[in-house]
């Protein structure tokens, strides 16, 4: 089977940029990374592609009148690229919703709470301050709408008492980075369909059938 192709969207540590990037390290693993685009020259998402050999891109947000004058830029890259999946890894910015209808049902999300629950930036705090008791991470389809769209892949972990907005996102990051590539290889294995707003996914038989959905921590 021929390998998805992915282009992944930083602006940032690039920590979940690292961990598509060690399961495509694998053969067997059925997608590769054909581009990385940041918004920022600075972003350590680009080191990281860098050193592992990918194709980098710096589209500077601010060299733009307009958000969909900077998603055409994006847009030509991934483009000549060939890719044929966007993966958005800790990307700062909102998409148009030009750039949504055109990569409609081939943009994926990762966002560190359960979804519906805790929408924006600040997800770990309004975990802690909604008083929850589990909290974790989303994988879903890109909708217009923020952190909305059809969900993929789910894992849970705790909030300890003492838990601070770094305590927690250090947990629910380890989390991330066993369930991003999952998603990928979902969609890559042709397991996903996707029905309005929800996605029905085909769990392979590796990943078993644990409470806390998909992967123990
Ligand atoms: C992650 O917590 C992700 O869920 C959120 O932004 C953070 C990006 O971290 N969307 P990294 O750049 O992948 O390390």
């Known amino acids: 089977m021929a390998h998805l192709k992915l282009g992944v969207l930083v602006s940032g540590r690039g920590s979940n940029l690292q961990a598509l990037i060690a399961a495509c390290a694998d ?22 592609a860098r050193k592992a050999g990918i194709v980098t891109a710096v589209v500077e947000h601010g060299d733009f009148p307009d958000r969909e004058t900077f998603d055409k830029a994006v847009d030509a890259h991934l483009r000549d690229a060939g890719v044929e999946w966007v993966c958005l890894a800790g990307f700062m910015r909102l998409l148009s919703s030009w750039f ?30 909604a008083g929850v008791k589990l909290s974790g991470c989303s994988v879903h389809i890109v909708r217009t709408e923020i952190d909305a769209g059809p969900i993929l892949v789910q894992a849970a972990v705790p909030l300890l008492p003492d838990d601070t907005e770094d305590s927690l996102a250090e947990r629910i990051l380890t989390v991330e980075h066993q369930c991003y590539p999952l998603a990928v290889r979902l969609i890559a294995e042709g397991r996903v369909r996707i029905d309005g707003d929800t996605a029905i996914v085909a769990m392979p038989p590796d990943i078993g059938d644990q409470i806390i959905s998909p992967l123990k921590s």
Do not use: C, M
Not at 35 to 40: G, M, P, R, S
Not at 100 to 129: C, M
């Open 27 to 48: 053969t067997f693993y059925p997608a590769e990374i054909v581009l990385v685009v940041a918004n920022k020259p600075d972003a350590k998402g680009l080191d990281r």
């Open 100 to 129: 949504v209808e055109t990569w409609y049902d081939r943009i994926i999300n990762i966002h560190p709470s359960l979804l519906p629950a805790f929408k924006g930036i600040d997800a770990h705090a309004q975990a802690i301050a």
